[in-house]
């Protein structure tokens, strides 16, 4: 009699678990993977259940074992396993709509990352329903470190730079796949007998992003070295900045990166190519405070990358010395409405607001300094 007292207890604890069709619910426990698995639940059954509603814990190789040990089969693990991947903006939405504890929401964004950049709107969405403050910054901080698949298609052993950075070399298909950072990168590819191939890519996390390279024979280019080519002091460089920052969410130290709008040459080469990239640093940033005082945004410039993969380093007014430093932040603020200090920071103020610099705004930069490329090599443009 108590065996099928405790049979029928089992059996109607699964049933319930599993059921649920009209209440919402938050990713399995580590323990309620492990009592499913325990109460004989079909595997099929469990294994939906963890693709649906996820797992809020990381099922190492020690815990898979012993799962193992107690009934779990193949298709259970390899779904545990799958479970570990970032979790998306949809399934946030679900959790926090579904009313999952914000404790439970902010351990999982922890544990498994995101896919996705978690943009104010989306953010002030998920307030709307029902976020609290402890998610909304532990998505911000996830959204910095948030990576994407970026799947590079090029000519076979090419080697593929990343932002200047060696990422490897080209599969015999010609694929090399990496994961980086969510937003625009510079992606390099070179191969001896083949024109180096520049471009500005944009990672996302939704999905896997392929990106063609083909490279051309250098016949239609000539590459040849040269020390006597290089970049001035001064010279001036105009730049896109390629994302809207805000001292609502922006954080010291963080990188700012520009896209080169014009090619600079020195003697018809190439020093500086049109789509490259340059980088500042944020030095100083502040939300919007009471009493009417407005957020503070202070941004430096700091360095470009040349053709040849070396940097150079800017600044953020043309003269290093002399009398006009004041006249140029008042041409430079009445124009774009972005002050350059002598210092290199730019800022930009709104009484009483946080400050927002939109993606897309232009400035220009300068070379801080001569710098010269030595027996680094050159480009001759295509259009001279």
Not at 186 to 210: A, F, H, N, P
Not at 327 to 351: D, E
Request: charge should be positive.
């Amino acid at each position: 009699m108590k065996l099928r007292f405790l049979i029928l207890f089992v059996v109607l604890a699964a049933v319930q678990l599993l059921a649920l069709p009209q209440q919402p619910q938050g990713p399995l426990t580590q323990n309620q993977v492990t009592d499913l698995v325990k109460y004989g639940v079909n595997s099929t059954d469990l294994v939906e259940k963890i693709r649906k509603l996820g797992i809020d814990f990381d099922p190492n190789d020690q815990y898979l074992q012993v799962l193992r040990k107690a009934g779990a089969k193949d298709e259970v693990i390899q779904a545990l396993r799958a479970a570990r991947k970032p979790i998306s903006r949809d399934q946030i939405g679900k959790l926090v709509a579904g009313g999952v504890s914000s404790q439970r929401a902010v351990s999982l964004v922890k544990q498994r990352g995101i896919d996705f950049q978690a943009d104010e709107q989306y953010l002030q969405t998920l307030r709307l329903a029902g976020a609290d403050d402890t998610l909304i910054a532990a998505l911000r901080e996830a959204s910095a470190a948030a990576t994407g698949q970026l799947v590079v298609e090029t000519s076979p052993n090419a080697e593929v730079r990343l932002d200047g950075e060696p990422q490897g070399h080209a599969d015999a298909r010609g694929e090399l796949a990496l994961r980086t950072k969510l937003g625009a990168h510079t992606l390099q590819v070179s191969l001896e007998g083949k024109k180096d191939y520049q471009q500005i890519v944009t990672v996302t996390g939704e999905k896997e992003c392929r990106f063609k390279a083909r490279l051309e024979d250098t016949a239609s280019a000539t590459v040849r070295e040269n020390p006597g080519y290089g970049v001035e002091d001064g010279t001036p460089v105009k730049l896109r900045l390629t994302r809207t920052l805000s001292s609502a969410d922006a954080q010291v130290n963080d990188r700012v990166d520009f896209e080169v709008l014009e090619e600079v040459k020195s003697g018809g080469i190439v020093i500086i190519p049109k789509g490259g990239i340059a980088w500042g640093t944020v030095t100083d940033a502040q939300p919007k405070r009471r009493m009417g005082r407005a957020g503070k945004l202070d941004i430096r410039i700091d360095n470009v990358r040349l053709v040849d993969g070396e940097k150079a380093p800017l600044r953020a007014v043309k003269e290093s010395k002399g009398q006009d430093k004041k006249g140029t932040m008042t041409t430079g603020l009445v124009a774009t409405g972005i002050i350059f200090f002598p210092a290199a920071p730019l800022f930009l103020l709104k009484h009483g607001e946080d400050i927002t610099i939109p993606k897309d705004t232009q400035i220009t930069a300068y070379i801080n300094g001569d710098f010269k490329l030595g027996a680094a090599k050159a480009r001759n443009s295509v259009a001279q």
